[in-house]
């Protein structure tokens, strides 16, 4: 009936249309309804009953509105349609809008801050209220979150960022690290929460990166570094639990890790270099006994501090590179640091070492040895000097392939496996040449002992074995024109007689100081089997013909130099076991002595070991990484000039230092050293403007 009463005076022509005139009186019955019955009813209200009365005369107003409209549809259809004006909804809303939140939205804002403070404090309040009052704020900007965001999220942060600074402020003198981080998890919980029942959803973002300022971006430093129950503190009585929580809570904020994971380097750095100390102290007060045990006692505690720490980073850091990229910083410092003279990359050597060969300290099950050498060579991922690594590891795993001492070969495998996996295929070639060498060198020493049962006429004389290597794959060793006795130059005339049937273009170089003999001492007590190395056993075969020879005579017959026949010497006359007797008899060797055999010699076993004073090879291993490692500069310089042609002095060293960073820290001055002998051999040329370019010479 209204419907049509409003549409039969809206269609009748001019001047009998009153649309106009219906319109602005639907605009004129909202502002008086507002005027005379809704905003006096607010004004005699105040706080909680004055919101109260808000959301229900928010309420009516919605109703009003959407029932006058339509009822007056037909002007919403075509006469505003066709005048371009704000529609009849739209008008409505603006009406109260501008009459009635205008007025009370800063009265609303306050008593609704008041509130949500109150909860914080832990006061019940009425939430379906607050959700109500706050969804006048969203409605009232009718579809834009302008009203929202400024009359009431701006405030309602700045309150919250007061509120949180002022608690904090309190907290932070009176709790532990711990405790203040339970506090903060719990308010974090209780804002999203907020968000959830009565917030708007858009302000959870910035409602809780507020209170993470407030709570934790402030007192960041302060918090971590607290004495007894920061960081440090929680890393040193294993509290995972906390440690988990810090990264929970300061993984969301920007850059919020960043002095957790200092702090954690430095506590990593600060454990592992007293781990360093510790060893270095124990060495010195030791002496020379006993620092090998010390050394393998230091590499099997940076494994377990390994171990413990990587598992925080998985565990307590989830994972987080920043924490990955801590550990490996920290363990740069330490693992490069040489305790009594030994570097890192030789102690980790020599640990493996003890664990591979036969009768070593560690006495491991296979899978304990399989886990142990994963962990030593992750530790060697820190080591800088990769190159030494290699090359002492190599000398080792020759000793325990030549001698017989590797405890078993599947391990041996694995770990160069490990190895190439780690540090790619040119790293292992030559350890993977020398044990493929010695399976080839069993095959053929099978073969030599097949063609001396099928040649009978000829025949070394006694048991031999002879092991071939090839020479590129294995550590240089001294071989001398040493005089063998005739027993032995037998031997070698019949091995060379058989490996040339086999190959005529392979020369043979015979290592005697890598030879082991078992010779038979026939003294007046009884006879012992001696087991002496090949030079030992030649200078004890001298003693067949004659009672008695000075060193003089000793150095023509063998033909040694003097520094090898004094060890020699003294192993046979000073040591343990004097199969020789010397004239004077002091524990030094002297060109003046003269000796003579000890036919009284006895000993309770039936068959001992002679062994050769060891030989310190730390200064021949490290000459002959720095020999290479200039013939790798040389080449990086060539492949990196090849490839560009002109290059700056900066650059080349800078991409020099990139290219062989993986293997060795190159010296700067040792690259400008190279650079200049490339020049002088006409690799390169300066610039004849610019001295710091170089150009290449094809």
Not at 302 to 318: Q, R, S, T
Not at 444 to 460: A, G, I, M, T
Request: net charge neutral; with cysteine; hydrophobic share 35%.
């Amino acid at each position: 009936m209204l419907y049509t009463t409003i549409y039969n005076m809206c269609t009748q022509k001019p001047p009998y249309d009153y649309s106009q005139q219906l319109y602005d009186k639907y605009r004129e019955a909202f502002e008086e309804y507002i005027t005379t019955t809704v905003m006096p009813s607010l004004r005699e209200k105040h706080d909680e009953f004055m919101l109260r009365e808000l959301v229900q005369r928010w309420a009516n107003h919605k109703i009003m509105v959407r029932w006058l409209s339509r009822f007056f549809h037909y002007l919403d259809r075509y006469f505003i349609a066709r005048r371009s004006l704000p529609a009849l909804n739209e008008v409505g809303l603006s009406c109260f809008r501008d009459l009635v939140y205008r007025e009370v939205n800063a009265n609303a804002r306050v008593a609704v801050i008041g509130l949500i403070d109150k909860e914080r404090e832990g006061e019940q309040i009425d939430r379906a209220l607050l959700k109500n009052v706050i969804e006048i704020f969203v409605e009232i900007g009718m579809g834009q979150m302008d009203a929202y965001e400024q009359d009431f999220e701006t405030q309602l942060l700045n309150d919250t960022g007061d509120y949180y600074s002022r608690k904090a402020s309190n907290w932070i003198l009176e709790d532990s690290c711990p405790d203040y981080m339970l506090k903060a998890e719990e308010c974090l919980r209780r804002e999203r929460d907020r968000v959830s029942h009565y917030l708007h959803s858009s302000s959870e973002q910035k409602l809780v990166e507020k209170v993470q300022n407030e709570l934790l971006v402030v007192y960041a430093t302060q918090l971590l570094e607290k004495e007894h129950s920061g960081c440090c503190a929680l890393l040193r009585d294993d509290k995972v639990e906390d440690l988990s929580r810090i990264y929970r809570l300061y993984h969301k904020i920007t850059k919020g890790l960043d002095p957790v994971a200092a702090v954690f380097k430095q506590h990593v750095t600060a454990e592992g270099t007293a781990l360093v100390q510790a060893a270095e102290d124990a060495t010195s007060n030791q002496g020379s006994t006993g620092s090998g045990a010390q050394e393998q006692v230091l590499v099997r505690k940076i494994i377990e501090l390994h171990d413990k720490y990587m598992a925080y980073v998985n565990d307590c850091f989830i994972n987080h590179s920043l924490f990955h990229k801590a550990l490996k910083e920290a363990f740069e410092v330490f693992c490069n640091k040489a305790v009594s003279g030994s570097s890192s990359a030789e102690l980790l050597a020599g640990f493996c070492d003890n664990i591979l060969k036969k009768g070593g300290s560690e006495k491991l099950s296979d899978e304990a040895i399989e886990e142990t050498l994963e962990k030593v060579v992750k530790l060697l991922a820190y080591i800088s000097d990769k190159d030494l690594f290699a090359e002492f590891y190599r000398k080792k795993l020759a000793r325990r392939l030549l001698f017989d001492r590797s405890a078993n070969e599947d391990h041996e495998k694995s770990i160069l496996t490990k190895l190439k996996q780690q540090c790619g295929g040119q790293f292992t070639s030559k350890m993977e040449g020398m044990v493929t060498d010695l399976t080839v060198a069993r095959d053929n020493q099978v073969n030599f002992e097949e063609y001396l049962k099928s040649n009978e006429n000829v025949s070394p004389g006694m048991d031999l074995t002879v092991t071939v290597l090839t020479t590129g794959y294995w550590p240089s060793y001294k071989s001398f024109d040493l005089n063998l006795p005739e027993e032995m130059v037998r031997c070698v005339e019949v091995f060379k007689a058989f490996y040339e049937t086999k190959t005529k273009h392979r020369k043979l170089t015979w290592i005697y100081s890598l030879g082991t003999c078992h010779i038979n001492g026939k003294f007046e007590p009884k006879t012992i089997e001696l087991v002496v190395s090949t030079y030992q056993a030649a200078l004890l075969l001298l003693f067949n013909t004659a009672e008695k020879l000075s060193y003089s005579e000793i150095l023509t017959q063998l033909n040694l130099t003097h520094d090898d026949l004094v060890r020699l010497l003294h192993s046979l006359s000073c040591a343990k076991y004097k199969i020789l007797l010397k004239e004077p008899a002091t524990k030094t060797i002297s060109p003046n002595d003269n000796f003579e055999f000890n036919s009284k010699f006895t000993d309770r076993l039936r068959r001992i070991k002679i062994p050769l004073p060891p030989v310190d090879e730390r200064k021949k291993v490290i000459e002959d990484v720095d020999k290479d490692r200039r013939y790798a500069i040389d080449a990086a310089i060539v492949r990196i000039m090849k490839s560009r042609k002109v290059l700056g002095h900066q650059q080349l060293v800078m991409e020099c230092v990139e290219q062989l960073g993986r293997m060795f820290k190159p010296d700067i001055k040792a690259i400008k050293k190279r650079i200049e002998d490339l020049i002088t051999r006409d690799y390169l040329e300066r610039d004849k403007e610019n001295p710091n370019m170089f150009k290449y010479l094809a």
